[in-house]
Nanobody, 127 residues
Framework: QVQLVESGGGSVQAGGSLRLSCTAS????????MGWFRQVPGKGREFVAA????????YYADSVKGRFTTSRDNAKNTVYLQMNSLKPEDTAVYYC????????????????????WGQGTQVTVSS
């Protein structure tokens, strides 16, 4: 089992920045593709970003491209989501997720691919 713990959420004004962290338990973090999703009340989870096992490949939703950056430090079992130029529409609960499948997949935008999920952290952006 893998446990994921997110931190770094909070409230910020539009145009501001936040950095989310997600730390995983266990010693095989480098084997996992990591993803970030977000959810607002009444809607399903929306893909935000993903990063390959070593971190050389990243992929972003169009809505956050150019503003958000994901990175990882496998020595610290941690993945990050740096969020800049935040907008009120970025307000959501943000989740990190891990894909433990050992396929040749480099990243995924599909929620159902991910095996493990964090508890979520609230991000609120005011106008």
């Amino acid at each position: 089992q893998v446990q994921l713990v997110e931190s770094g959420g909070g409230s910020v004004q539009a145009g501001g920045s936040l950095r989310l962290s997600c730390t995983a338990s266990g010693r095989t973090f480098g084997n996992y593709i990591m993803g970030w999703f977000r959810q607002v009340p009444g809607k399903g989870r929306e893909f935000v970003a993903a990063i390959s096992r070593i971190g050389g490949i990243t992929y972003y939703a169009d809505s956050v491209k150019g503003r958000f950056t994901t990175s990882r430090d496998n020595a610290k079992n941690t993945v990050y989501l740096q969020m800049n130029s935040l907008k009120p529409e970025d307000t959501a609960v943000y989740y990190c997720a891990a894909d433990s499948d050992d396929s040749s997949r480099l990243y995924s935008t599909r929620e159902e691919v991910y095996d493990y999920w964090g508890q979520g952290t609230q991000v609120t952006v005011s106008s």
